[in-house]
């Protein structure tokens, strides 16, 4: 399996960015399917972005637009550019990587993926 860990995450305001990194050890990067998920407090865990492991790309509808998900495999590491926030995406933002069909479910599916990261927490304010 794959280690991954995930930073970035902070306190902003609303219409502001910031960037997510998820760094992966263990194994390349290259071979995984990576998505983003996120978990808002009380309630459950969502879907947020998908990327293959030949940069398709996939995105919940709530943040198609603002949200951009890209892939360094020779540095390891996964990110989710964050554009024109919300205090709606406040939540903390979990990475997960998985070697199953891709285009299964474009990376939709929780339990599809194999390793998953401690998460960071993004806060935007009003």
């Known amino acids: 399996q794959v280690q991954l860990v995930e930073s970035g995450g902070g306190l902003v305001q609303a219409g502001d960015s910031l960037v997510l990194s998820c760094a992966a050890s263990g194994r390349g990067l290259s071979i995984y399917n990576m998505g983003w998920f996120r978990q808002a407090p009380g309630k459950e865990r969502d879907f947020v972005a998908s990327i293959s492991t030949s940069d398709r790309t996939y995105y919940a509808n709530s943040v198609k637009g603002r949200f951009t998900i890209s892939r360094d495999n020779a540095k390891n590491t996964v990110y989710l550019q964050m554009n024109n926030l919300k205090p709606e995406d406040t939540a903390v933002y979990y990475c997960?990587?998985?070697?199953?069909?891709?285009?299964?479910?474009?990376?939709?599916?929780?339990?599809?993926?194999?390793?998953w990261g401690q998460g960071t927490q993004v806060t935007v304010s009003s």
């Open positions: 997960a990587a998985d070697e199953a069909d891709f285009y299964s479910d474009y990376g939709l599916d929780q339990t599809r993926y194999d390793s």
